[in-house]
């Protein structure tokens, strides 16, 4: 038997906030994973 949890939240495109916090996670989560050394998105991005 599996047990389940719902969580429900806005999409995305109604967070926009949520948005920077979550690419620069991401992009450090893939830098350590690819052993690359980043420093972060351009301001254009």
Do not use: C, M, W
Not at 1 to 22: F, G, K, S
């Amino acid at each position: 038997r599996l047990n389940t949890v719902e969580i429900h939240l806005p999409a995305l495109r109604n967070r926009r906030a949520d948005i920077p916090p979550l690419a620069e996670h991401f992009l450090r989560q893939h830098a350590l994973r690819y052993r690359k050394e980043v420093s972060g998105f351009e301001d254009s991005a």
